[in-house]
């Protein structure tokens, strides 16, 4: 069966402060890979999607950066974090398909607090 | 800007109701799904349907949709306590293959013991 994992759950860093979150899917080859945020008490804001290696949209102007340097591997960076990128950050893959994008699914996701 | 809209944002019932949540998108979609998100947790898929469908039940879930007016209901039946979440619909767009889902800002659903 398919996994993903995203680590790590929670953590806190200082203003200007590097990031990184991982996410790994176990079980499924190429798959379509996503980071969503989600602000406190909101809806989802897609941050990347993958559909391959080294292949990064990028949905939103921002100082984060994502990589996708093995197939089943969806890193989020910033060199320099901002008190805005605090939030609840989410990995999610869906298999791939057709014409019309299937299931996702989801991490237990990784909540930033930015100081 | 967001594709779909939940309405209400938030909805509070007492165990046994049933819940009614709403949700509004803005282009040609080819399929619409719902999922669930229990505090602080991932997001858990519940149910698909697709643009050629009407009506569709998951257990103790029916999902209406109406791709006229596009908006689509989310009803649970006899709630539970358990089911406390906030739920989004989220949405594709038409014949663009694996376009990332937009999700809406969700409903907060309590229900009382």
């Known amino acids: 069966s398919q996994t993903i994992h995203q680590w790590p759950a929670t953590l806190v860093q200082p203003v200007g402060s590097p990031l990184s979150l991982e996410c790994t899917v176990e079980?499924?080859?190429?798959?379509?890979l996503y980071w969503y945020r989600q602000a406190a008490g909101r809806g989802l804001q897609l941050l990347f999607y993958?559909?391959?290696?080294?292949?990064i949209s990028s949905e939103v102007p921002q100082n984060l950066s994502a990589s996708r340097p093995q197939d089943r591997q969806f890193i989020l960076s910033s060199k320099k974090l901002l008190l805005s990128d605090s939030g609840f950050y989410l990995c999610?893959?869906?298999?791939?398909?057709?014409?019309?994008?299937?299931?996702?699914?989801f991490g237990e996701g990784s909540r930033l607090t930015v100081l | 800007s967001q594709q779909g809209e939940e309405d209400p944002q938030a909805l509070s019932i007492q165990e046994g109701e049933n819940a009614t949540m709403n949700c509004s998108y803005k282009?040609?979609?080819?399929?619409l799904q719902w999922y669930r998100q229990n505090s602080g947790r991932g997001l858990v898929h519940l149910i698909l349907i697709r643009s050629n469908e009407r009506e569709k039940h998951s257990g103790r879930l029916r999902v209406t949709l109406d791709t006229s007016k596009k908006s689509s209901s989310l009803l649970i039946t006899a709630s539970r306590a358990a089911d406390t979440a906030s739920y989004f619909c989220a949405t594709d767009i038409l014949y663009s293959g694996n376009t990332p889902l937009v999700f809406g800002k969700g409903t907060r659903l309590s229900v009382i013991a």
């Open positions: 282009t040609s979609i080819n399929n």
């Open positions: 999610a893959w869906s298999a791939r398909t057709g014409v019309a994008t299937g299931e996702l699914f």
């Open positions: 993958s559909v391959g290696i080294g292949q």
């Open positions: 079980g499924t080859s190429n798959p379509n």
